[in-house]
């Protein structure tokens, strides 16, 4: 695909705008976490997202998929996350620094990769094997 | 050997958000990916009694929350434009790594913004870090 035809593509715009989003977020995060806890921050941010639930509801004039199974594993995303970002505002609380913080805690895939080993069957790939050992150095150098 | 206070929080994080990718893979085996936004979302929802700051809530100053319903915005708003561009055509294989990059920017910036600065160690495994997010997600 050329430059051109690459720059007149929606989803390098949507991904561009996906970016734009994520950074500032991390500042957010970490500027609001200056005054409140971690848990305070984790209320505000939920309350933060609904309106863009409500939006893609609406897009979809709150038409919703009914499948169990689909639910089930949505809402474990749901919870899961949670999780995961509070731990992520307890982390940027207790005063490290924001730029190790954000890469150290985005090196998830890994995790994914991992598992989807031995939960999904499928098989890593040689491009993995070298992401793994990059994100192991990374957590060596970042214990020093 | 002497850990960072955060290392442990980050190693949360890594198992929890890690889990999320293989849920989310079955998830969108079933349901939409708008569907998985919503739910993601619920799920977040479910914690608010959990994480009530209670009176604290109030004594926050207007830019502390401004900060905090700003980021949810923009985070789960990223989140949306990351589906988007996956259902508009967008390769996973290109899609994910780039966006994966959103901690190059937090990195370049955040001199900036925080007036925080990195040691070398540091600064080597940020670039190490950044190497292995875009390789694992293609």
């Known amino acids: ?144 | 050997m002497h850990l960072p206070p955060w290392y442990l929080y980050a190693a949360i994080v890594l198992i929890a958000w890690g889990v999320v990718g293989i849920f989310q893979k079955l998830a969108t085996n079933h349901i939409s990916a708008g569907s998985t936004l919503v739910l993601l979302i619920v799920g977040f929802l479910l914690f608010e009694p959990l994480v009530y700051p209670g009176s604290a809530l109030f004594h926050y100053s207007a830019r502390a929350l401004a900060y905090g319903l700003i980021g949810g915005f923009l985070n789960n708003l990223g989140a949306w434009a990351l589906f988007a561009a996956m259902e508009s055509g967008g390769k996973a294989s290109i899609v994910a790594p780039f966006t994966a990059l959103y901690p190059l920017v937090v990195v370049l910036l955040a001199p900036l913004i925080l007036h925080e600065s990195v040691t070398l160690p540091q600064a080597i495994g940020v670039g190490c870090s950044l190497v292995a997010v875009v390789l694992l997600s293609l």
């Open chain 1, 1 to 144: 695909m050329s430059v051109r035809n690459t720059l007149k593509a929606k989803w390098l715009w949507y991904s561009v705008f996906c970016l734009a989003c994520w950074a500032p977020f991390t500042f957010c995060a970490k500027l609001g976490l200056r005054e409140m806890s971690a848990s305070g921050m984790q209320f505000l941010f939920t309350l933060g997202g609904v309106p863009i639930a409500l939006a893609v509801l609406a897009a979809r004039r709150f038409k919703f998929e009914r499948n169990r199974k689909g639910t089930a594993y949505g809402l474990a995303v749901g919870v899961l996350s949670a999780i995961g970002t509070l731990a992520l505002f307890a982390a940027y609380r207790t005063g490290g620094n924001t730029a190790v913080i954000t890469t150290a805690t985005s090196l998830y895939p890994m995790v994914t990769v991992v598992l989807a080993v031995g939960f999904l069957r499928e098989r890593l790939t040689l491009i993995q094997i070298v992401g793994l050992v990059f994100a192991s150095v990374a957590f060596v150098l970042f214990s020093l």
